[in-house]
T-cell receptor
Framework: QKEVEQNSGPLSVPEGAIASLNCTYSDRGSQSFFWYRQYSGKSPELIMFIYSNGDKEDGRFTAQLNKASQYVSLLIRDSQPSDSATYLCAVTMYSSASKIIFGSGTRLSIRP | NAGVTQTPKFQVLKTGQSMTLQCAQDMNHNSMYWYRQDPGMGLRLIYYSASEGTTDKGEVPNGYNVSRLNKREFSLRLESAAPSQTSVYFC??????????????????FGPGTRLTVL
């Protein structure tokens, strides 16, 4: 079992709709959770992070964390064509807070 | 600030050859990382260095060695390249201990990547 799992997609969402991306992790001691966005041929960049159970909102992005279910999600409201990218979930390991493991990524496509 | 730089950008090797990928950061970060990215596999952690003077194995360390030369530089060495090591390699760094501007202290900043092909 991979330590961080995501559906690879592609996930196709119409422009203006809500895109929902999901991630599960296996290490119950994980403390920090991240969503990175990666455009094709580019490097990943951080868009959201969350440490506590519940929701965290930043503009059109909402990160949701449920530690009991070991589940993290990212919602993108009012999806734009510029949101088309691969979204990578990343989690710190309990054994070392510096050890950060990524999921395989979900490719999101926003159709006009 | 250049951020995280990697050299070379592209490299083609023959099976059995060796090479070193270089990474440097000018952000005074404590932690540095090497990942590889294959199609559909996301980023897989090869090695990381939580602080100067320490290195630890990640998910896929076999066939690689690393050196944390100083606080700025973290190199990745392939002693005997194999076709299975064909990939895009990303170096990253994070401050670890100095959060600022509402950003987490373990936010990773990535270099532009090295595209390696082993024939």
């Amino acid at each position: 079992q991979k330590e961080v799992e995501q559906n690879s997609g592609p996930l196709s969402v119409p422009e203006g709709a809500i895109a929902s991306l999901n991630c599960t992790y296996s290490d119950r001691g994980s403390q920090s959770f991240f969503w990175y966005r990666q455009y094709s041929g580019k490097s990943p960049e951080l868009i959201m992070f969350i440490y506590s159970n519940g929701d965290k909102e930043d503009g059109r992005f909402t990160a949701q964390l449920n530690k009991a279910s070991q589940y993290v999600s990212l919602l993108i409201r009012d999806s734009q064509p510029s949101d088309s990218a691969t979204y990578l979930c990343a989690v710190t390991m309990y054994s070392s807070a510096s050890k950060i493991i990524f999921g395989s990524g979900t490719r999101l496509s926003i159709r006009p | 600030n250049a951020g995280v730089t990697q050299t070379p950008k592209f490299q083609v090797l023959k099976t059995g050859q060796s090479m070193t990928l270089q990474c440097a950061q000018d952000m005074n970060h404590n932690s540095m990382y090497w990942y590889r990215q294959d199609p559909g596999m996301g980023l897989r952690l090869i090695y990381y260095s939580a602080s100067e003077g320490t290195t630890d194995k990640g998910e896929v360390p076999n066939g690689y060695n690393v050196s944390r030369l100083n606080k700025r530089e973290f190199s990745l060495r392939l002693e005997s390249a194999a076709p299975s090591q064909t990939s895009v390699y990303f170096c990253a760094s994070s401050s670890r201990g100095r959060a600022s501007g509402g950003r987490p202290d373990n936010e990773q900043f990535f270099g532009p990547g090295t595209r390696l092909t082993v024939l």
